[in-house]
């Protein structure tokens, strides 16, 4: 599986933006997708995840109200829809893929088999 995350880049805070995360090479229908954000001097933090079967979503407690995730399974794309930015949004953001997991796991790095190279967001304050 390969992952290629995508519509990252500069806004003001306040702003919005969507990422896209294109998952080729997939076989069957199952599966999950999450993103996660590492900032500089930073861990890599979960954001949110969804199953394809959109039977389990989970959102940080860091961005409920202001993210959403979501995919389209017709083109093996998952969203990350990003509104009201904040500056501490900034970091660079990675998509991952992995087995079917409930929500009480997809925030798990560790979990997941396939990651993307990241795409960098930058919140101007």
């Known amino acids: 599986v390969q992952l290629q995350a995508s519509g990252g880049g500069l806004v003001q805070a306040g702003g919005s933006l969507r990422l896209s995360c294109a998952a080729s090479g997939r076989t069957g229908s199952g599966g999950t997708m999450a993103w996660f954000r590492q900032a500089p001097g930073k861990e890599r933090e979960f954001v949110a995840g969804t199953r394809w079967n959109g039977s389990a979503t989970r959102i940080a407690d860091s961005v409920k109200g202001r993210f959403a995730v979501s995919r389209d399974r017709a083109k093996n794309t998952v969203y990350l829809q990003m509104n009201t930015l904040k500056f501490e949004d900034t970091a660079v953001y990675y998509c991952?893929?992995?087995?079917?997991?409930?929500?009480?796991?997809?925030?798990?790095?560790?979990?997941?088999?396939?990651w993307g190279k990241g795409t960098q967001v930058t919140v101007s304050s």
């Open positions: 991952a893929a992995g087995r079917d997991y409930n929500s009480g796991s997809m925030h798990l790095a560790r979990v997941y088999d396939y």
